[in-house]
């Protein structure tokens, strides 16, 4: 059920749908559809994460507000033009939706692929370590999806040392974060960012111990790591 015919981005999130879904696109005559989904946190906070799944999987399923999905997937990015600009949009792409499993941490991804650009290392008021990672994951017919990554403390400190083309793999979880973007000097726009909180790191040439299949396996449905809420309370743009 886990297996994924690319390894190397693998996500898997459990929650309760927020918004109907709507069309979005086509591909070779099968239809794609988006609904946000509310992925609860141990804190109850929660993470509204963007969510696109093909016609083919929801044919015979009522997924309307209010119904919680467990899907399994991949989180992916695409260009999008908004207001004459072209923006990086992240979505988790179901490649399959489980009915049935017991469901202990439902938020999980696992990635690895190459740093695209060097990554931005800084503290916050309250002397907290980030790093800023973005990331390109291989997929197939050459193409790449682009994924931003916050890492925290000793993660954070490794990663500020990181390289342009060094290859990386990560664990964690998808989050979305609000922040306030001035667009005029009366106008302030509150927007969505959505990113991987990153809870393990390492550098592939350096190591060969970060077996991603595992990793996912553990990680995904039987063990909860540590809740990171208290990254998002301290982090500061």
Known sequence: MYSLTEKNNKAFISGEIVT????SHEVYGEGFYEMNVLVKRLSGQGDVLPVTVSERLIADKDLKVGVTINALGQFRSYNKLVDGKS???LTVFVRELIEDCTVKNPNSIVLSGYICKPPVYRTTPFNREIADILIAVNRSYNKSDYIPCIAWGRNARFAKNLCVGEKIAISGRIQSREYTKKISDDLVKTLTAFEVSVSKLTALSSSEDFDLDAEFEQDSIYFYK??????????SD
């Open 226 to 235: 540590q809740d990171e809420d208290f990254a998002e309370k301290l982090y």
């Open 87 to 89: 923006k990086l949009m």
């Open 20 to 23: 109907q879904a709507e069309f």
